[in-house]
């Protein structure tokens, strides 16, 4: 593959339930929030902005002459916000990106790691010198009820869209009641609730997180507080604490090839995309095995196009969509045995400053889950912590272990793209 680089990446806050500032009973303050288009342009010019310190729209743009291709990645805009065509989104972040060819990549929750393999074909075809990816979703323009019906959409509608009104909880909630049988159901909620006790432990240090204005002081307390599940309020198997958020935000992330890095000038630290794997299964079937086989296949992938061990690997962003598919997510990635993913939460492995740190920013759990947007969102944490830019979240890097992986997933296991960086 030719080499494609990380060359700048931006978060914008990850806006829903859990932070200060969201409101929905002030309808009038909550009216005035931001919305699909507002985070949008945020992402792309603040991303533009890193290596333009001068940035304007009011006047030309090295950076924004210098982008060959822009990239969307959404998953359901038309639903939640009526709006299509979102490629045509691109020209508004810069006058200078007028004309330019511009696509949208959707994937359900994947959509995020396909558009960033989509920018890295466009760079290793020589179709493109410099990529901007921007992933965005509003997801609080409706009640949550009636997001769980768009998000069904994800899944096969005719033949599983009658199974529960919350499909993914139910899903998901199947795979983590097989795993109970396996390794004893106290054991596996313990970890389950650990998965939630670390991901807002490592949102609080993300002024960006969802969850960054959690105070709850016993958050396993709260993990356990539906435990067990009450199936006619939600799922058998699952509760709150267990869900990723229903979030607005947007991630901007630059690609360049090194002729693209030379076009741009100064720059700063980049991060290099080794390697991908991406995998797709047939959305109709629905396996209620705990296991994550099209994960697995496009993270061999990833391994395989770079012939790496894992031990290379020093850090970790997973699709934790559930906290149950955190920890089958570890095994297909083959971090630990069926099962030993229990093992690797309890003894506080994965945490921050852990031998494997999994999700520093928060995850899909703390950080929050703007589905089309969340595969972006890895890669920027991913470059933020490769170069030393993650803040109060940064982990300790291993020259030893030098390599990153993002596991973004579409679906229950059906849409996935695993990416190695260094």
Known sequence: MKPVYIIGGYNTIAFGSGRKEFNPADKKAFAKRPHLEDYLLEAGRETLKLLDPEFSTEKPSKVAQAVDLGIITNFMAERYCKQGNLAAFIPMIHPDLQYKPAMRVEGACGSGGLGIVAGINSISAGEADV???????????VKAVYGADY????AHIKTQRHLHAHLFPHLFSVKAGAYMQD??????????????????????RNPKAQ???NEMKDEELLAYAMTPPDPKRFTENLNYADCSKVTDAASGLLLASEEGINKLGEHGAVVEIASYGTAVAAINLFDSKPELNTTKQAVEKAFNGWKLNRDAVGYIEVHDCFSISGLLSL????????????????????????????????????????????????AVDIYHQLTGKAGECQIKLNKNKSFALSINMGGCDKTVTAILYR
């Open 331 to 378: 095994e297909a990635a083959g971090f630990a045995e069926y099962g030993g993913a229990i093992d690797l939460v309890l003894n506080d492995k994965i945490k921050k400053d852990g031998e494997l740190p999994v999700n520093p920013t928060g995850g899909l759990v703390g950080y929050g889950h703007p589905v089309g947007a969340t595969g972006v969102r890895q």
């Open 131 to 141: 990529v901007l990816v921007i992933g965005v979703e509003e997801q609080n323009s």
């Open 211 to 213: 969850e960054f204005h």
């Open 151 to 154: 998000l069904a959409g994800a």
């Open 183 to 204: 390794f004893g159901q106290e054991r596996v909620r313990k970890a389950m609730a650990q998965w939630y006790v670390n991901s807002v432990e490592n949102a609080r």
